[in-house]
């Protein structure tokens, strides 16, 4: 079975804090997306990492696939109250999305 | 360009009864796929329809069946429902394509509670 671990649970933080979020598998994926979701609506795809090694920012984003392609890791900078929502690794199997366990993130003014 | 439209919104059922939600996949896409997320969690995929085909299944049981017409919209029946069924359900569309997956576009969701 094919598991995708998140780390922390849960984070709140104030306006202008740094943080990074953990997604770690036993399991490889050819690909892993990050989504952020917000209630009442579906998961939105922030970025999809494809290289072992890989970095990729989305303005004060920065998303890292792991060298081994098992693990990967959400950093963002400055913190905005925008930022608020839960955060949702998910790695690509045979067209399927196998999603983490999330983490909820709370930004305070 | 409408994305990916789920009805309905929210639903409320008793045990032992029996739900149908759908799906109208965006534009242009082929393929639907759905996700059980309870409360908290990440959502697990439960299946996925291809060409009027369940391509795929997640581990759910048989009580969880699907349809995908000829326009590629879809629906999710749910069987003899459970207290455990309660959660949020979510259609993804994509398009199919050789070499790769495509990206999958997330309606907002149905809101089922069994009580």
């Known amino acids: 079975t094919q598991l995708l671990e998140q780390s922390p649970q849960f984070l709140s933080i104030q306006e202008g804090e740094n943080l990074t979020v953990y997604c770690n598998s036993s399991s490889v994926f050819s690909s892993l997306q990050w989504y952020r979701q917000e209630p009442g609506e579906g998961p939105v795809l922030l970025v999809t990492?494809?290289?072992?090694?890989e970095v990729k920012k989305l303005k004060r984003l920065t998303f890292q696939f792991g060298d081994a392609r098992k693990d990967s890791s959400l950093h963002i900078t400055a913190a905005q109250t925008g930022d608020t929502g839960l955060y949702l690794c998910a790695g690509l199997s045979t067209d399927k999305l196998i999603f983490g366990t999330g983490t909820r993130l709370q930004v305070f003014p | 360009d409408a994305g990916v439209t789920q009805s309905p919104t929210h639903l409320i059922k008793t045990r032992g009864q029996q739900v149908t939600l759908r799906c109208s996949p965006k534009?242009?896409?082929?393929?639907v796929s759905w996700y059980q997320q309870a409360l908290g969690q990440g959502p697990q995929f439960i299946f996925q329809?291809?060409?009027?085909?369940?391509?795929q299944r997640g581990n759910f049981p048989d009580r969880f069946s699907g349809h995908q017409f000829p326009n590629y919209s879809s629906e999710l029946n749910v069987n003899a429902l459970l207290l455990g069924d309660s959660a949020l359900y979510l259609c993804?569309?994509?398009?199919?394509?050789?070499?790769?997956?495509?990206?999958?576009?997330f309606g907002p969701g149905t809101r089922l509670t069994v009580l």
């Open positions: 993804a569309s994509s398009l199919v394509w050789s070499g790769g997956a495509s990206e999958q576009f």
């Open positions: 329809y291809y060409e009027e085909e369940e391509r």
């Open positions: 534009s242009g896409h082929d393929t």
């Open positions: 990492v494809v290289t072992g090694g």
